[in-house]
């Protein structure tokens, strides 16, 4: 090993072999933030400069858990053994044994804890764009959003423009903001981040979560463009086009929904959990919307069938779920329902247990839509809405859940309520939303209009934070 001391792209001390692998190391933290679908290419570059890189052994480990596979908590669990031999061979710097603790946490079923660890980091290296990526990816998928965006308004001002990975940690920040609802700031902020950083589609993808949970249907469509800007990304470039195909939906140009779909949502037929819920949440909008699918749920099923028993991330589980119900696997799904209901009683990890509580309410409540029992639908989706958030995911995502339960109400006559809820949805997005719109006015039309026009006039306008 060389005797020099080598620093990462955020100023951080790194133990590294030599100049080689620090340049592949640094390539690897812009991938990561860019969500660039070259990032395992260029970690493995990091890797093969220098074999006993402890970090960059931990980092691969906490990329392979944030995929929830079930066959790849076995390398991860791989990827720890190789850090701790790597950190015994050349001793490591205090933040990089903190990479390799959170990895251990994970792993030991104690993912908050593990994000937790990662944070702490941040007091000593506020910089550290590795610990506050990964946090924010963990916090996302337990949920926490409140915590998610505690840390970005700690850490993200310090990045000035002069940190060149500034505008991908603002884009984070845009993404903390919209989800807890401060849409003009997120805004704001997620413009500035696509300005600072064009390979930012974290950022692209906050500002258009902004458009969608504020009924900006047009200014969505300009926004997302033809998707050039995110050419270079991951399979999240796959759920930046089902937002765009979310706003041709809204603007009711199903024939161009369906198109996106078939040539760009699932033109790559992967069975990753994020692509599955693409899919299957889309597939399910438009059958309540009357839309006839074909056999496009088959190819769902398909990959959802391997999936029954993956049980590591409850988001996950509704979409295959949900993706079986839709092909009309049905034991499928009531094998997952199942299984959620026994890890809410017994499982190791405290945020699985939480989450699969919330999720198996929802679960069974899409089970009882598909076989026609909405009234059940309705009381079991309507349990789960308040703690949904546990599952994981974000707004946009969870909001099928919300028109799985609208619909349920409406088919099962429980036309008062149906109409308070699409009312305050309504007016959540500044009073543009065609679901909510189409439904109220079908509502109306049954005699129910008073109630809907109480509903909509007694719906405070401030959006809840």
């Not at 590591?312 to 696997?329: E, I, P």
Request: aromatic share 6%; with cysteine; glycine share 10%.
């Amino acid at each position: 090993m060389s005797d020099a001391v080598h620093h990462d792209l955020s100023g951080d001390r790194i133990t590294v072999s030599g100049d080689a692998a620090r340049l592949a190391w640094n390539a690897t933290l812009e991938a990561l933030m860019a969500h660039a679908a070259a990032t395992p290419e260029h970690l493995a570059r990091t890797l093969g400069a220098d074999p006993d890189f402890a970090l960059a052994h931990a980092a691969k480990g906490l990329m392979l858990l944030t995929l929830a596979r079930a066959e790849l908590v076995a390398p991860a669990r791989d990827c720890l053994g190789k850090a701790r031999a790597a950190a015994v061979r050349r001793p490591v710097t205090r933040r990089e044994t903190m990479v390799i603790e959170a990895l251990a946490l994970w792993l030991d079923d104690a993912p908050r804890r593990a994000a937790e660890r990662l944070e702490a980091i941040l007091l000593a290296h506020p910089f550290d764009v590795l610990a506050l990526k990964l946090s924010h990816g963990l916090r996302f998928m337990l949920g926490d959003q409140a915590q998610m965006l505690a840390t970005l308004n700690r850490y993200a001002p310090g990045f000035g423009e002069t940190h060149p990975l500034a505008g991908f940690v603002h884009g984070c920040h845009a993404f903390a903001l919209e989800e807890r609802g401060f849409y003009a700031q997120a805004e704001r902020t997620g413009r500035r981040a696509v300005a600072l950083s064009p390979r930012d589609a974290w950022g692209r993808h906050a500002v258009a979560h902004v458009l969608e949970m504020t009924g900006r249907v047009d200014e969505g469509i300009a926004w997302l463009g033809d998707g050039r800007p995110v050419a270079h990304a991951n399979n999240l470039r796959f759920h930046i086009v089902w937002h765009l195909a979310l706003f041709r939906l809204e603007r009711g140009e199903t024939p161009e929904v369906l198109r996106l779909y078939d040539e760009e949502i699932r033109a790559e037929p992967t069975d990753d959990y994020r692509d599955i819920a693409n899919g299957a949440s889309l597939l399910a909008r438009l059958d309540y919307a009357g839309v006839d699918v074909g056999d496009r749920w088959e190819e769902l099923a398909a990959k959802a069938e391997g999936r029954i028993h993956d049980g590591r991330l409850v988001f996950a589980d509704l979409h295959y779920a949900l993706s079986l119900l839709g092909a009309g696997h049905a034991d499928g799904a009531e094998a997952i329902a199942r299984s959620l209901i026994e890890d809410a009683e017994a499982h190791p990890s405290g945020e699985r247990r939480a989450a699969a509580r919330n999720g198996a309410f929802a679960a069974f409540g899409l089970i009882a839509f598909h076989e026609g029992g909405y009234d059940e639908a309705a009381r079991l989706l309507g349990s789960a809405r308040d703690g949904l958030l546990a599952i994981g995911g974000s707004h946009a995502q969870r909001d099928l859940f919300e028109q799985a339960h609208a619909e349920s109400l409406i088919r099962a006559g429980q036309h008062d309520r149906a109409a308070q809820l699409l009312g305050e949805r309504l007016t959540r997005r500044g009073g543009n939303n065609l679901f909510a719109a189409r439904r109220l006015a079908q509502l109306r039309s049954r005699g129910a209009g008073r109630l809907a026009a109480l509903a909509i006039a007694s719906t405070p306008l401030a959006i809840a934070h």
